[in-house]
């Protein structure tokens, strides 16, 4: 039952690590099926590993909300501005993903940052073009470097257990 269990967080979270690219939350679903294996199999993973990835995982999400608002405020932008490049980062998330999944999850969620940030900027700021576009590109950028840093997250959380599943 071992064996079987550790296959199961292995698969999982080589999943996992995909469906935190395309903006899921794959990392707690690894969390979540090495827990339940943990219970299952005791011993498995000591829960320091446990809590460590966890903590990894949180700090991955905080960095991804809070990315595509930090992009735009470095670029000048209002606090409008940032707001509006988190609605749209999860709006074109959304609809990116009716197209080509999963690419267009990715694509979907720059551009709904960058165009979130502009249509907030020139409405209800009241920038003129320039400085919303420079603003919508930061959020754009904030967006895109949050998508690699939270799947280098997961990754690091995958590596912990699949390694951790088999140390143990």
């Known amino acids: 039952m071992f064996y079987l269990a550790a296959s199961i967080v292995v698969v999982v979270s080589l999943l996992g690590i995909g469906l935190t690219l395309v903006t899921l939350p794959g990392a707690w679903m690894m969390l979540a099926t090495a827990v339940v294996c943990n219970l299952w199999q005791p011993g498995m993973f000591s829960w320091w590993t446990l809590g460590i990835?966890?903590?990894?995982a949180l700090l991955a999400e905080i960095l991804e909300f809070a990315a595509s608002a930090v992009g735009a405020k470095k670029t000048g932008g209002s606090r409008s501005g940032a707001v509006g490049s988190i609605?749209?980062?999860v709006i074109g998330a959304i609809a990116g993903t009716a197209f080509l999944p999963p690419i267009g999850t990715i694509?979907?969620?720059v551009v709904g940052a960058g165009a979130g940030a502009l249509i907030a900027e020139r409405g209800i700021a009241s920038k003129n073009w320039t400085d919303s576009a420079k603003v919508a590109g930061g959020a754009a950028a904030g967006r895109l470097v949050a998508t690699i840093l939270k799947?280098?997250?997961a990754a690091i959380i995958a590596t912990m257990l699949i390694v951790g599943v088999f140390v143990s």
């Open 53 to 56: 990835g966890a903590g990894i």
């Open 107 to 109: 694509a979907g969620a």
């Open 87 to 89: 609605i749209g980062a």
């Open 151 to 153: 799947t280098g997250a």
